[in-house]
């Protein structure tokens, strides 16, 4: 159980980094898009 446990937070951990890289990154493309026009 304690290593289904840390599986499944590991992967949540995980899902949440990219989520955030995702952000950021689509938020900075969106500032140089509204920037360029």
Request: hydrophobic share 55%; proline share 3%.
């Amino acid at each position: 159980p304690l290593q289904a446990a840390n599986g499944l937070m590991m992967f949540g951990v995980t899902t949440a980094l990219f989520i955030s890289v995702i952000q950021q990154v689509t938020a900075k493309w969106i500032a140089a898009q509204s920037a360029r026009t």
